[in-house]
């Protein structure tokens, strides 16, 4: 009976203990290395200050004034962060300032370029001058997205104005995408080709 009972108590005793709660098993810790790197920089410090007390000043405050750094920076960052963010999208935007210049502007700057030897960029400056006059008489909506292939399909002119509006965008296609020649004489052709009145086609 006393073996029995022995027993018996054995196998409660083991049953009980092999349960989870008594599984006495260390677990590891992700940051663990952490505390291992600081308990060696501990030691690596007082090593430091005991060999030589100037070298660990030195040591000490550059650390000092890293971590400082540090938190000014961090400073920095959640105060532009937070400005920032105190602009609202109810807040209209402050407009850029953007100088508009009229056709006179860009005829002047287009001789101003062909002065320097620069025709086809002068024909541009040119082009883009012959449809600001365009649109502020009418004959046809500038916008600077559209090609200029676009406006011979969209302008109001008379027919023989329209063969002459054709004439100056192909040489500008001309001088600017085949790469034909372009000097003094074809600009100054080009430029007197774009003189001149222009009418709308009578209704």
């Keep these: 009976m006393q073996a029995v009972t022995r027993d018996s108590l054995r196998a409660v005793l083991d049953s009980v203990f092999a349960g989870p709660d008594y599984r ?65 999208p109810d807040e209209p935007a402050r407009p850029i300032a953007v100088p508009v210049q009229d056709a006179a502007w860009h005829f002047a700057e287009a001789d101003r370029l062909a002065a320097g030897g620069r025709h086809v960029e002068a024909v541009q400056a040119a082009f883009r001058g012959l449809l600001l006059d365009l649109d502020h008489g009418r004959l046809l909506r500038f916008h600077p997205s559209k090609t200029p292939g676009e406006y011979l399909a969209e302008q109001t002119l008379s027919a023989p104005q329209r063969d002459r509006l054709r004439q100056l965008v192909r040489a500008l296609y001309g001088f600017v995408f085949a790469r034909q ?10 430029r007197r080709l774009a003189g001149g009145d222009w009418h709308a086609a009578a209704h």
Excluded: K, N
Aim: charge should be negative; aromatic fraction near 18%; hydrophobic fraction near 55%.
């Design 24 to 88: 006495w098993v260390e677990r590891p810790d992700p940051l663990d290395f952490l505390h291992r790197w600081w308990l060696a920089l501990q030691d690596w410090l007082v090593h430091v200050h005991e060999a030589s007390p100037v070298l660990f000043e030195v040591v000490f405050w550059t650390m000092v004034t890293l971590v400082a750094l540090i938190f000014v920076h961090g400073g920095w960052i959640i105060f532009h962060t937070v400005r920032s963010a105190g602009t609202g």
């Design 181 to 190: 020649p372009c000097g003094a004489a074809e600009y100054q052709a080009w």
